[in-house]
């Protein structure tokens, strides 16, 4: 049997002293829609060790990963393996909840390094000054032309969301733009 | 030819070729500082009138010296970096594009910053520091090479040292801070709404990017931009070797270049004054300064003033060899020289302000157009808005960065010091003359490039125009590359003359981006070649490629085609895989498909609203076919529902709609009916779906799911099971896009390929590709949202009453079913169409009349074909068409006007295989 | 390229934003009861003024929320905005 495929399949992760690019596949990832005053949203916060964020544009970090998408909306990020979904269900209980798997839905990929910044301004609008955009922040925005979720992980690393089907597009973007910030040092590993 | 290098003027020497002559310049040089060097007078053929011209100006006001070189089609010479090798062409007549493909990388950043200065002049490095040392992130964009703006054109000391000296330091000062970019070789050419300018940064050849484009959003925008020489329209002003005095300024004190040996000065402020010093400490040899005013300004001993003159004629078909010159009450004269400096007083650049919505005012003192009031977060500094003094240079762009920096939220901090300046002599005031009159006016130019004369202006005045817009449209002046940089004003002054209306009522004409020319390339960016569009695949793609499959594009999607045997065309492969799905079992990637997740206890209720169907009533495990209208009634897209549970739903949309069926979603869902507990959520990417269709289906399912009941009894058509297909978990839906025996099989998309790889390592599935798919569900008259369709057409239209609830109080589209307009007898209906040749295939597109000659034009026509393939079942080509009455009119002959002919058709239901359903069931 | 403030999100670049026309045209609370001429002013009839206009934008690019907004047609300045509950 053929072993599972991430979206960009042909993505070669590359990195130099300057830039790190390598893509973080089969993440556990959940949907969550719930009224943030509801009193399950605070039984899914605290199942999930953290309360969902509710400021626009942040992310918190417990026993899973869970970023702002909308004022009723998280993505629940979770290790490859990770069961947040059942962590979910159990503290929802019978409440109104929207739970969704979408961990094939999007996949990951990681920049990191002193030129992250430079590298993802060539296709993202929103200011990434660390002031603006430091760790603990997210956001649904455009990369080049592809839908993503872009999170500030560290000082100078990023993790970038994208469409399984944009997967492909947005690597090849990515490894183009790169170019400038490979010259040294440069290691490429399969 | 003579060097005209100052002496000891040292540079690395840089050899060019220009117009297929070898020449040599020095490092520093633009392509017309080394011409000049080089003593070439003529460099260009005017477009319309072919005069030769000269080198006019100095940076990107130029008008005439416009070259050819590599793949770039027009460069200005005088902004153009002289480098090794350079070969370039003088345009002569219009340019044109280089045949050779541009395979330079471009690409584009995206910058914010507090404050935002453009042009690194005097004001604007003082903007520039004076806003810095608040802590405000600060960007400083200058189109130069070297920054100072005016400073090394006109040699004068800042600070105590040469002022291109001080402007070097302070610039790299500035780029040492953290929160401060310098960006140099950078035009600001775009000033759009709330703060967003555009510019362009020339890398060069070398760079990573040849050019750059940045977006930069500001909270405050400072325009230092400086200010542009007028000319003046007088006879014979575009000879070779007329030029502005400022330009031949800088050209000697920048460049160490003579523009020319003997010079005569005509003009009617005092700038040309300091002009005509530093050419003649340099050198050129000053015949005279004729200046119109009746008070001279401060010339050298010994220079020859002629007050209350002006310049009449120019001698020299090929450049100027005499300036003749005339006052009031002496005798004209007739001087020897071949250089004549012009100066028309200085018009500030207010390109930018007024594309920033800035409303322009008639500065009566300096004669020109200053910045009015203006909306948007701009301050303008220095000679941009007309103030002409180095000191007041630094004094207003200090304090007009010091405001900017402050009302993005900044004060306190390192104050900027003004540097000191020398003591500037007390200026006469300036005349303002745009036009020597005369008795004719057709060689008084106003713009060079569009080869305008006063004449031509005047025509058009003649014929009744009067906004200066219109003179504009009529005479093509401003029009051309330099976009009236140096016509424009002088256009709408010489209306004023011929109208005899004030400078200031006629006002200026619009200034549009972009301030100086861009390449589409540099404008592309990175989204070309295979970056053009994003190229949207499916898991299975690599397969697909593997295979050979062609794509079709859907959308942004690439969907494969058909999959080619060796010596097949595609004719031959999609009658072959058809035959297999007919006969046999085919297999396709249906992953395209949108998907959405629907879920909360209103879920039912909801899609009951947004469907023309009933879907509350569809039981857990059962499937419905369901259609989505707009309010007008007209189809929007079509899909199955599957109900997941009382209070969840999947529901999937064409591959085309699927994220405007979730905006429409959540589009009712929040602003119409926010009482509803549902949430929506896409999936389509989570999931990687493959049709098995065919008769042999089941027994290929029930091969790889061998704990599925695949009995036709224990799986209906309509319903889905979850289980294991091929070892891996899967939902297996039995509906059917071909009319045969069918599942979809839907897996993570993870897993896609593993799955596609274990229905074909059966050994039995044909895989067939997207035209097969569109000819199968076509014999079974199956509409394709937006090819069957137009936004025009109702489901009653395409013969699906059947799909229109009459139980239901209300749905999306429901009212607009009882409008007359959706019952009228000729709405186009959905109908098939059977050629009389079964060889002869419609194109899509092609449209159907009634009689077999065609009547005179117009030609009333009764619909248009919207799908057209070849049937190997049917044995014939066969077509949809959108007619009008179409269902009234079966067994009708129309025809099909093809170039000269008119194809025979016969009308037939849209249904033309199988119309009883007997196949489903295998 | 307008500066759209999302009340959600902020202000980000109107490419990341879908126009959805005049604001408060409610769908009718019983379409069935209107006249022809009634739905089709419903349907087909929006306001066009110079200045001050209501309308909706919908986020799409980012936190997909619809909100009202009250923009200047003439100068394209947003005066005001509010979510929609
Ligand atoms: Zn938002």
Known sequence: ?190 | MTSRRMAGWQGEPVRFRFDGRDYEGVRGDTLASALLANGVRTVAASPALGRPRGIYAAWTEEPNALVRYGVEPMAQATTLDLTEGLDATSLRGRGRLSEEPDTSRYDAVHAHCDVLVVGAGPAGLAAAAAAAGTGARVIIADDRPVAGGSLPDTAETVGGVPGDEWAATTLAELGGRPDVRVLSRTSVFGYYDDNYLVAVERRGADAYSRERVWRIRARQVVLATGAHERPIAFAGNDRPGVMLAGSARAYANRHGVLPGARAVVFTTNDSAYAAARDLAAAGVEIAAIVDTRDTAGHAQDGTEVLTGHVVTAVGGDEGVSSVTVSGAGHVDREIEADLLLVSGGWNPLVHLFSQAGGELRHDDATGSFVPGPVRQAVEVAGAARGVFTLAGCLEDGAAAGARAAEAAGFRMGDAFRIPETPAEEPAEPAAHLWLVEAADYATHFVDLQRDVTVADVMKATGAGLRSVEHVKRYTTAGTAHDQGKLSGVLTSAVVGHALGLPLADLGTTTFRAPYVPVGFSTLAGRDRGALHDPVRTTSLHEWHVAYGAPFENVGQWKRPWYYPRAGEDMEAAVLRECHAVRTSVGAMDASTLGKIDVQGPDAAEFLDRLYTNMMSTLKVGAIRYGVMCRPDGMVFDDGTVIRLADDRFLVTTTTGNAAAVLDWMEEWLQTEWPHLRVYCTSVTEHWATVALAGPGSRDVLAGLAPGLAVDAASFPFMTWRDTEVAGLAARVCRISFSGELAYEINVNAWDGLALWEAVMGTGTVTPYGTETMHVLRAEKGYPIVGQDTDGTVTPADLGMDWVVSKKKPDFIGKRSFARADTSRPDRKHLVGLLPADPGRLLPEGAHLVETGTLPEPPVPTLGHVTSSYRSAVLGSTFALALVSGGRDRMGEELYVPLGDELVPVTVTSHILYDPEGARRDG | ?85
Request: some cysteine.
């Open chain 1, 1 to 190: 049997m053929a072993e599972r495929l991430s979206p960009p399949a042909r993505f070669t992760p590359v990195s130099s002293d300057d830039l790190r690019i390598a893509e973080v596949p089969f993440l556990t990832q959940i949907n969550l829609r719930v009224d943030p005053k509801s009193r399950a949203a605070a039984d899914i916060g605290l199942a999930l060790g953290a309360p969902l964020p509710t400021d626009p544009g942040t992310c918190t970090s417990a026993q899973a990963d869970v970023l702002w998408m909308g004022p009723d909306e998280w993505l629940v990020v979770g290790e490859r393996g990770d069961d947040p979904e059942g962590t979910i269900r159990a503290a929802a209980g019978t409440a109104h909840v929207g739970i969704t798997d979408v961990s094939a839905q999007r996949t990951v990929i990681s920049v990191d390094g002193p030129r992250s910044r430079d590298l993802l301004a060539h296709g993202c609008a929103l200011d990434l000054h660390p002031r603006v955009f430091g760790p603990g922040r997210c956001a649904q925005t455009m990369l080049a032309r592809a839908l993503v979720v872009l999170a500030a992980t560290g000082e100078e690393g990023f993790r970038v969301f994208v469409r399984s089907s944009f997967a492909g597009y947005l690597a090849d973007w990515l490894l183009d733009a790169a170019g400038e910030y490979l010259r040294k040092g440069t290691v490429t590993s399969r």
């Open chain 3, 1 to 85: 390229m307008l500066l759209i403030p999302c009340p959600w999100c902020g202000p980000r670049d109107e490419a990341e934003f879908h126009y959805g026309g005049q604001a408060h045209v409610a769908y009718p609370e019983n379409p069935a009861a209107l006249s022809d001429e009634e739905w089709a002013r419903y349907l087909f009839f929006r306001d066009n003024p110079e200045g001050r206009f209501a309308e909706r934008w919908n986020h799409t690019a980012g936190c997909r929320r619809w909100f009202n907004a009250v923009r200047n047609t003439a100068t394209n300045e947003i005066e005001a905005r509010e979510v929609i509950a």
